[in-house]
């Protein structure tokens, strides 16, 4: 079975970046002319500050020199976070979005923008914003679901209180 030099390198990186307490996210490596660009994508629950950025590009850099993982040629090793608009992927992105707001592409088709209230193992409760005056509304989404979701960049949020009246409504309905 062959392996691709993303999967490679992700075998041979991936311990490194967990012992520094992250988690790889994506590994890409790009041709810019005649130099390589191997970036690679970290990130936490609590997210990753410079310092942390900082000390797992020296570690990847030094596991890179000593392997031949990139082969004879020149390459550059950029190492970051997401970025504001990721898209999310995997469980643990959902829950890490918690009280963002989202737009999600459905199966049904259609999309919804929505901010994440809360996530468990089979979907996630989310608050629809209400449109013209009228209240948001609380709608429950199921991983299956949903096609793809990204998250979305809020220049003017007036409420950065997560646990809004819909929440409220949710967690009552449940209690009921």
């Given at each position: 079975?062959?392996?691709?030099?993303?999967?490679?390198l992700?075998?041979?990186?991936?311990?490194?970046?967990?012992?520094?307490?992250?988690?790889?996210?994506?590994?890409?490596?790009?041709?810019?002319?005649?130099k390589?660009?191997?970036?690679?994508?970290?990130?936490?629950d609590?997210?990753?500050?410079?310092?942390q950025?900082?000390?797992?590009s020296?570690?990847?850099?030094?596991?890179?020199?000593?392997?031949?993982?990139?082969?004879?040629?020149?390459?550059?090793?950029?190492?970051?976070?997401?970025?504001?608009?990721?898209?999310l992927?995997?469980?643990?992105h959902?829950?890490?979005?918690?009280?963002?707001?989202?737009?999600?592409?459905?199966?049904?088709g259609?999309?919804?923008?929505?901010r994440?209230?809360?996530?468990d193992?089979?979907?996630l409760d989310?608050?629809?914003?209400?449109?013209?005056?009228?209240?948001?509304?609380?709608?429950r989404l199921?991983?299956?679901d949903?096609?793809?979701?990204?998250?979305?960049?809020e220049?003017?949020?007036?409420?950065?209180?997560?646990?809004?009246d819909?929440?409220?409504?949710?967690?009552?309905?449940?209690?009921?």
């Amino acid at each position: 079975m062959s392996t691709t030099q993303s999967e490679r390198l992700r075998e041979l990186l991936e311990p490194l970046v967990t012992s520094q307490g992250l988690d790889l996210e994506e590994i890409a490596v790009d041709s810019v002319g005649r130099k390589r660009v191997l970036s690679v994508i970290v990130d936490s629950d609590t997210g990753a500050d410079l310092d942390q950025i900082a000390d797992v590009s020296r570690a990847l850099s030094a596991k890179l020199d000593e392997s031949d993982a990139m082969g004879e040629g020149e390459y550059t090793l950029e190492v970051g976070t997401p970025g504001a608009e990721r898209a999310l992927t995997e469980h643990r992105h959902y829950v890490r979005a918690t009280g963002r707001l989202v737009k999600f592409q459905l199966h049904e088709g259609g999309e919804i923008v929505a901010r994440i209230l809360d996530v468990d193992d089979d979907g996630l409760d989310v608050e629809v914003p209400g449109v013209k005056g009228r209240k948001a509304t609380a709608r429950r989404l199921a991983f299956a679901d949903i096609d793809k979701a990204r998250v979305q960049v809020e220049f003017n949020r007036k409420d950065s209180d997560v646990d809004s009246d819909v929440a409220k409504d949710m967690k009552e309905e449940e209690e009921a």
